[in-house]
């Protein structure tokens, strides 16, 4: 359902998607359209060769708007998705919501082999585009196939942004027992610098049970405040 036409200012949306169908590579184009700031060639070599099947609603006008949705796949797990998209801000698209993810098997939708599934929910407030940045106020993994190991229990609260995290991870699985509160900056500033500053917690992790090394005692724990940099050349002080 269409209103407010035709002044744009006017314009309300109220749209109802049913057993609708497509591909990654159609969905770039859709979001594309939306926000033309959004990589579309990225977002179309996601799962290839997968059909996603989706029943939502988008309701709003096209600067801010609801859209609720559940996308699954034939073989890839299930997505649902609640979130309150602002299209107002410069070549980029504003979302503040919760996803649930059901099994996404990461490994097949990235083409990243050690990847398995993923079942997790979260809580999102972030900027997608330009300037990509993400506020997880709190997303709780249940499970995290990595190397032929899942992961369980795992929480992480923190801010996400291009290359930057600034948070904490904490995990409780039996072989992975660890917590981690800090920030790791994975790209270069502005001196030519990529800092890590943490505390790091590991009261136990079994690097045999996590499918790294072949020997059947390989574990060890260890207490860790770090502030770290490293220079461009590699150096590290």
Same mark, same amino acid.
């Given at each position: 359902?269409?209103?407010?036409?035709?002044?744009?200012?006017?314009?309300?949306?109220?749209?109802?998607?049913?057993?609708?169908?497509?591909?990654?590579?159609?969905?770039?184009?859709?979001?594309?359209?939306?926000?033309?700031s959004l990589d579309k060639e990225s977002i179309g070599r996601l799962a290839?060769?997968?059909?996603?099947?989706?029943?939502?609603?988008?309701?709003?006008?096209?600067?801010?708007?609801?859209?609720?949705?559940?996308?699954?796949?034939?073989?890839?797990?299930?997505?649902?998705?609640?979130?309150?998209?602002?299209?107002?801000?410069?070549?980029?698209?504003?979302?503040?919501?919760?996803?649930?993810?059901?099994?996404?098997?990461?490994?097949?939708?990235?083409?990243?082999?050690?990847?398995?599934?993923?079942?997790?929910?979260?809580? @999102? $407030?972030?900027?997608?585009?330009?300037?990509?940045? !993400?506020?997880? %106020? #709190?997303?709780?993994? &249940?499970?995290?196939? *990595? =190397?032929?190991?899942?992961?369980?229990?795992?929480?992480?609260?923190?801010?996400?942004?291009?290359?930057?995290?600034?948070?904490?991870?904490?995990?409780?699985?039996?072989? @992975? $027992?660890?917590?981690?509160?800090?920030?790791?900056? !994975?790209?270069? %500033? #502005?001196?030519?610098? &990529?800092?890590?500053? *943490? =505390?790091?917690?590991v009261r136990n992790i079994n690097l045999h049970a996590l499918n790294f090394?072949?020997?059947?005692?390989?574990?060890?724990?260890?207490?860790?405040?770090?502030?770290?940099v490293v220079s461009a050349d590699g150096n590290i002080r």
């Amino acid at each position: 359902r269409v209103k407010g036409l035709p002044e744009p200012e006017s314009l309300l949306l109220d749209v109802n998607f049913k057993k609708c169908q497509t591909t990654a590579s159609d969905l770039a184009l859709f979001l594309n359209t939306l926000n033309p700031s959004l990589d579309k060639e990225s977002i179309g070599r996601l799962a290839p060769g997968e059909t996603v099947f989706f029943n939502g609603s988008l309701s709003g006008n096209p600067e801010k708007f609801v859209a609720l949705g559940h996308l699954s796949t034939t073989s890839m797990g299930n997505v649902h998705l609640e979130f309150l998209c602002d299209n107002t801000i410069d070549e980029s698209m504003g979302l503040r919501g919760n996803i649930l993810v059901d099994k996404l098997d990461l490994g097949g939708i990235l083409c990243m082999p050690d990847m398995g599934e993923l079942s997790c929910d979260a809580s @999102l $407030d972030g900027v997608l585009g330009k300037a990509t940045s !993400f506020d997880i %106020d #709190s997303m709780k993994i &249940a499970s995290f196939n *990595f =190397n032929g190991y899942d992961y369980k229990d795992i929480i992480v609260d923190g801010l996400l942004t291009d290359n930057k995290f600034d948070g904490s991870i904490s995990c409780a699985d039996p072989n @992975l $027992d660890f917590s981690f509160k800090g920030l790791a900056n !994975f790209s270069q %500033d #502005s001196n030519n610098v &990529a800092r890590y500053k *943490f =505390n790091l917690n590991v009261r136990n992790i079994n690097l045999h049970a996590l499918n790294f090394d072949k020997r059947e005692i390989s574990s060890f724990a260890l207490r860790s405040n770090a502030d770290i940099v490293v220079s461009a050349d590699g150096n590290i002080r």
